[in-house]
């Protein structure tokens, strides 16, 4: 299956502090990634939509000045959270989607640990 | 809106046994498509099976089965001869629409144990 990569793993931060997670698909050009974040024991929330070449879509309640997309090429898309804080803190995950067939693909996730 | 319930927090089973996750969904949309997702400790979201909502037959890869039952609006997740490598967070998910473009929005996450 088509692999899709996160960097960092993981990260330990100071509040205050911005904190820029990659996600590439490695094998494929995907147009559209997907940010989760993930609390312990709990699903996946999406955040938002990320397309390649314009502004990312939020969900609902979403802050999008504090969790920056930018999806500047086919496979490339970074997340910037801005001014952390330790409620910050939790697992994200990126995913992307091949341009036929239904699977989705998932990054390995990052853990961002807010001080 | 569309809406994914998995009821069972937990759940345990014995190993080389059967076991069915529930799922059930919520959506007005005609076409749609079901996924199942394996989350081991490790955090990676392993696919393991998908289900078109047109689709007639249930959907089978190796050991697991998708019990797709539309009129219900239920996607039960059959296991089969379970491993011990199976002990996991499974989650149900669903796609409004066949179209590649749609949000993958996921339930709340069954952890099953397998026992030795």
């Known amino acids: 299956g088509a692999v899709v990569s996160q960097h960092p793993s993981w990260v330990i931060c100071k509040s205050g502090t911005s904190v820029k997670i990659e996600c590439r698909s490695l094998?494929?050009?995907?147009?559209?990634m997907f940010w989760y974040r993930q609390f312990p024991k709990q699903s996946l929330m999406l955040m938002a939509t990320s397309n390649e070449g314009s502004k990312a879509t939020y969900e609902q309640g979403v802050e999008k000045d504090k969790f920056l997309i930018n999806h500047a090429s086919l496979t490339l898309s970074t997340l910037t959270v801005t001014s952390a804080h330790p409620e910050d803190s939790s697992f994200y995950i990126c995913?992307?989607?091949?341009?036929?067939?239904?699977?989705?693909?998932f990054g390995p996730g990052t853990r961002l640990t807010v001080l | 809106a569309q809406k994914i319930t998995q009821t069972q927090p937990g759940m345990f089973v014995q190993e080389k046994e059967a076991v069915t996750l529930d799922c059930t969904y919520d959506t007005s949309d005609q076409s749609y498509g079901l996924f199942w997702y394996k989350q081991p400790s490790s955090g990676e979201m392993i696919f393991l099976i998908y289900?078109?909502?047109?689709?007639?037959q249930n959907a089978t890869e190796g050991r697991y089965s998708l019990n797709f039952q539309k009129a219900r609006k239920s996607a039960n997740l059959v296991i089969s001869a379970s491993q011990l490598g199976d002990s996991a967070m499974y989650f149900c998910a669903m796609r409004e629409g066949l179209s590649n473009t749609g949000k993958l929005i996921f339930g709340q996450g069954t952890t099953l144990q397998v026992k030795p």
């Open positions: 094998d494929f050009q995907a147009t559209t």
């Open positions: 995913s992307a989607r091949v341009s036929v067939g239904n699977e989705q693909f």
């Open positions: 289900q078109g909502s047109y689709d007639e």
